[in-house]
């Protein structure tokens, strides 16, 4: 590999590649061709996101500051270099959030009879109701803290809304009181609906802010109020369990969770207008610096705006309604029929959501609850849901006296007490529930049903590359094997033998797993490409995946392209990989595909001397994937279905010129637009797989 410049190195920086994901993400709030809901929910998911970005990744980076401020990371960047550009990239990132929030979804909402009421707009009958619903709702909930010597200042939960209300007077006690805290407890809505003969338009909301802001003064009698103003601080929210030392992980893991709350402090919200002197003294009782701290023009938490797309019910705002097709053969079988067996035994079945329906996974999962010849049911859980039919529906099959052994991860991040307390039903009803491996994290996504068919048992299985999970099956796009392989299957029961008991590795057929055998085969297979291009062969590598991180695949992809290898990468999010570089990736490509869904599935092609080998993944490119996590990529077999996989993951997505975005060498991306006809991913496969849309 050529030397290359200490300026140009070979790897983006992660937390900054990130950053650049959300930015394409709000650019769909930014188009006006996206309904004007949407639009709303695109920032709200910004938000969200960047509060998981802060409570992990920004506090990833400060422990990095504080252990090895200056050790030099593969992106040739400090902790400390990459922290300052980490924060003026969100501060920028931040502005121009608000910026459309309020310039641009606001007022197209309001022009559609969606209103966001400001206190300081309200005409007297909406001050007069807003009075009433504060001190009959709001009041007797809030606790003002006044801080004095007696009263510290209060302990503030991760993102919680509170307020800080400057005061001068003295108070019944003859104390004079200059600071008060009024944190806004969780029992209460942070929207509030107007009533339509109140609001003058149809669909009218008030923000928790708004009434406090107004009203706040009624909880200090004979004071003098100098302001309200909103903030929140967002803390440290990595869990740290040492899987060495416990012997009990659910118990342990449960008494971590009481403490999330609680971690250190990583960013402060303030209202844009807050005087100077109370940000100082914020900063100063959570150790946080200026660059830390983060002015808004808008609600502090802007996800919590996500409810008026869910309660305004305008499809005209929305996208239009769509639901996934029930392909044959599922679509004409009765409900729990065992005939779905027959179909899977017949040939193996593709799914790609949320074009196709997840219904043919949960009516497997139903006649393997329900049918009297199945004994056995083996099902891994990464996220499902607080309310999961399929949980229910292992729940009635060990109910049912079958063998039920669920493996339950319970470090999934912020699931982690949604998965303890269907772990804890689970046991109550015989199943048997195990956690997986310690120090590796179960993200392989597999069912497996163990049927007795003419005096033998025969194996069925599902692997997918999403989640067992109901709603984000139709927001998210994943593929789904159904199969009745009688290797395919048997790999599965090693895969599951392996995380419930012990013993030395089982060799694999079909299955690549992590952390044993992933990494390498697809090193192998990259390298095989590479020589095929040296020797003058025909090759070629095409790969799919949410994130792009682990430094030797990436150094194998820059020594296959320096080959002539023609390699095509969709990467949603974050990719280290630097693409279009003269002698290092000129014949490399990424692509992002942001759009109505959520590209989440994992695909990886090889053409392999013209067998065309084709894999599904729960596991993207990442060392964790790799080396920390339990994973699995299955082959696609059937030719049919390989070619439906490498149309619709493929060459339809590299046709996109309306949501795709190619990465440039220095790292930016460009949307891509050219002169062909327009053409979208996510439209085209709606209308290829899915049913009409309305």
Sequence with gaps: MPARKKAEPLYFNRELSLLQFNERVLAMAERPDTPALERLRYVCIVGSNLDEFFEIRVSSLKAQIAQHPHLMGPDGLTAEDAFERVQQAVHVLVDRQYALLNEQVLPALKAEGVVLHQAADWNAAQRKWAREVFHRDVMPLLTPIGLDPAHPFPRVYNKSLNFIVPLSGVDAFGRKSTIA?????????????????????????????????????????????????????????????????????????????????????????????????????????????????????????????????????????????????????????????????????????????????????????????????????????????????????????????????????????????????????????????????????????????????????????????????????????????????????????????????????????????????????????IRAETRAARAGKKSRILAKMNSLLEPLVIQELYKASQAGVKIDLIVRGVCALRSGVAGLSENITVRSIVGRFLEHSRVFYFYDQGKESVYLSSADWMDRNFFRRVEIAFPVNNPLLKKRVIDEAFTEALRDNQRAWLQQPDGTYALIRNRRAPFSLHQHLMEKLGSDVK
């Excluded at 329906?357 to 990464?382: E, G």
């Design 181 to 525: 805290i009024v944190q806004a407890p969780r029992a209460l809505p942070r929207l509030i609906k107007v009533p339509p003969a109140v609001s003058g338009s149809p669909h009218g909301f008030i923000l928790l802010t708004g009434f406090l802001r107004a009203f706040v003064g009624d909880l200090f009698p004979g004071m003098h109020m100098e302001g309200c103003y909103q903030w929140r601080v967002t803390r440290n929210s990595d869990l740290f369990v040492d899987e060495e030392e416990v012997t009990n992980l659910r118990q342990a893991l449960q008494g971590e969770l009481s403490q999330r709350n609680f971690g250190s402090a990583v960013r402060l919200e303030i209202d844009h207008n807050t005087p100077a002197h109370i940000e100082t003294f914020l900063q100063k009782e959570f150790s946080l610096t200026a660059e830390d701290t983060y002015r808004v023009n808008g609600p502090a938490n802007v996800a919590r705006l996500m409810q008026i797309c869910n309660l305004v019910k305008e499809p005209d705002l929305l996208f239009p309604e769509f639901q996934g097709r029930v392909p044959k053969p599922f679509d004409s079988l009765p409900a729990r029929s065992p005939a779905i067996f027959d179909a899977i035994a017949n040939q193996d079945q593709l799914l790609h959501h949320p074009y196709q329906s997840f219904k043919p996974v949960l009516d497997f999962l139903t006649a393997a609850a329900f049918d009297p010849d199945v004994v056995a049911i083996k099902q891994t859980i990464y996220r499902t849901g607080e309310d999961s039919e399929l949980m229910h529906l292992l729940l009635a099959a060990a109910k049912a006296g079958k063998e039920v052994t669920v493996v339950v991860e319970l470090m999934a991040r912020f699931d982690e007490q949604t998965n303890i307390n269907w772990a804890a039903r689970l046991e109550e009803v015989g199943a048997h529930v195990v956690y997986g491996v310690v120090g590796h994290k179960t993200h392989a996504k597999m069912a497996l049903v163990l049927r007795r068919e003419k005096g033998r048992i025969r194996r069925y299985g599902h692997m997918g590359t999403g989640n067992y999970h109901l709603r984000t099956a139709s927001l998210y796009t994943d593929f789904g094997l159904l199969t009745a392989d009688p290797k395919l299957c048997e790999d599965m029961d090693l895969v599951f033998s392996q995380l419930t008991g012990l013993g030395e590795r089982r060799k694999l057929k079909m299955l690549l797993q992590s952390p044993f055998t992933m990494h390498s085969t697809v090193i192998s297979m």
